[in-house]
């Protein structure tokens, strides 16, 4: 679903998912299970109308500062495989002066679910050229700037950063931002401490606020705004981190990776080294035409 | 220290360290940091004895079910590079049968700040063979089962598992375990939801909440206990993930993953393939020697 609206641009062409592997999918893109095992009913409610349209908003991303035209890698159709040396992947064009530096070029993608920024990993080989060498890749922190809404340049260094769509809540950012009851219980038992009024916990109640807390993480992809949130932030001396997610309709990132990445939707990839500048926002005419069946 | 703790097996040979870059790094494994600014001074409390030793608790591993000598990957001294195609990496050993399996094997490692599980990654090349063609590698989820203190095996889908010790629980658990106080008050918020006794949140008692929890997340290194965490679980209907994290002095993982590997402390790496199980164990023998000098 995601390569098919990676391939439509603007918002009149629909586009209409079925879930065709219900066991290992939850189809959130697709029209209701139900249909996978009576498509007939589907067709027969589309050809009479019984459905309302819902235009899903993307993300577009402008690119600046990279000093040369921004190659977008396709994940979907390469092969796995791995190149030699990680070095070679480096830019070898002289860094961009700041007269140089090309303007921001508007990026032939648009991010249905989420444009996802993050060091490219090191990879290690083990030493025998002669026996299958595994090769394991080790996170490394990525080192951003972030501006938020025009709002003032703040340093962070986390794990990566997540800026999704109404329709991306529910997919990876749901996963690195939600909590789970254990949690939740043993921050409620502190917030507790010392309280006068202090009662036990209910296990219902535990699961009812986690479910709350959870839920307030999903917003509707109808929404022309995009939801930031950076994971697993490192705070200290350097690098406060004061807000680590939150609505914005205009973000932008400065990265100071070495070997960084920009990957939009899973599918597309985009180098995003030291001094460039992406900026993130919505635009009402790249947004996804889809169907809203009823269950 | 990372490095020099991994040469050191057993409990009678003191590691000491010294933070010589305190700009960049906070040394939590070295001497207090004043002494980075006055090394004789101590010299000469280490030589008047006016210091307690420390024993730091570390994990072993012991694997079994990989139909071969698991043969340890060496981060630290590897060129950064990349090989080709990810297949060749995965074992061409036909899979072991139950009983060709080999017994469990005691691993030449003890992990002073934490054993990571995940999936190696995957990495997609560029379609021009003559451009420096840049890698990126994307997350992709981790399968394992888990049982804790031999309980019964649980299916797990996530990120990643990291199973610490008191020492690495100041590490990457710390980071993978702290909230901040946006999502604390979030949660509070809800929480308080319809509560008769709600009082509005003073930004001081969000703050307090938020410390005494990420405080909670950190053990003392001489407690001879694990801590396991579960990165970013997918919970859905075929995984569910009832507990994300907590103590035990014993964990079993059985991976599921296609080409996922165990990391101990960032620096030695094993191939962790389908049907391999790793158990983790804390023993007073490999205790680390270290020193307490006073701030």
Redo the contacts between chains.
């Keep these: 679903m995601l390569l098919t609206a990676s391939k439509v641009f603007g918002r009149h062409k629909p586009v209409i998912g079925v879930n065709t592997d219900p066991e290992r999918s ?1 189809g959130h893109l697709c029209i209701p299970l139900r249909y996978t095992y009576c498509f007939s009913d589907a067709l027969k409610k589309l050809r009479q109308g019984e459905f309302r349209w819902q235009w899903r908003h993307r993300i577009r991303v402008h690119l600046a500062g990279m000093g040369f035209n921004p ?1 977008p ?3 979907h159709e ?15 064009t002289p860094a961009a002066v700041d007269g140089d530096k090309a303007g921001p070029e508007l990026l032939p993608v648009r991010a249905l679910n989420e444009v996802l920024c993050g060091e ?9 050229p002669h ?8 996170p490394r922190p990525s080192y951003y700037e972030i501006s938020i809404n025009d709002g003032p340049w703040e340093k962070h260094k986390n ?1 990566g950063l997540n800026v999704c769509t109404g329709t991306g809540s529910k997919a990876w950012s749901y ?3 939600k ?2 009851s ?3 219980e ?3 038992l ?2 507790q ?1 010392g309280s006068r ?1 202090a009662q036990p916990l209910e296990p219902a109640f535990v699961e009812q ?1 986690t479910q ?2 959870n839920e ?1 993480l999903i917003f509707s992809p109808e929404e022309p705004r995009i939801f930031f949130s950076i994971r ?3 705070v ?1 001396r350097v690098f406060t ?1 004061s ?3 939150g609505f914005t309709t205009k973000l932008a990132v400065r990265s100071r990776c070495w070997d960084a ?1 920009m ?1 939009v939707d ?1 599918g597309t ?1 985009f ?1 995003f080294n030291d001094g460039a500048v992406a900026t993130l926002t919505v635009d009402e005419d790249d947004a996804l035409c889809t169907v809203l069946l009823e269950e």
Tied chains: 1, 2.
Excluded at 78 to 92: G, I, K, N, V, Y
Excluded at 131 to 138: D, E, G, I, K, R
Aim: proline share 6%; glycine share 2%.
């Design positions: 939850l190659r890698v396709d994940l390469q092969q796995l495989s791995l190149e030699q040396h990680c070095s070679a992947h480096r830019s070898t490219s990993l090191s990879s290690r080989t083990c030493p025998n026996a299958p060498s595994p090769t394991f890749s080790l794990s996963n690195i931002n909590l789970a254990q949690e939740v043993d921050l409620l502190i917030a401490r009024a606020v709350h807390y307030s697993e932030p490192i200290n981190s807000l680590h997610r990445c990957v899973g990839s180098e």
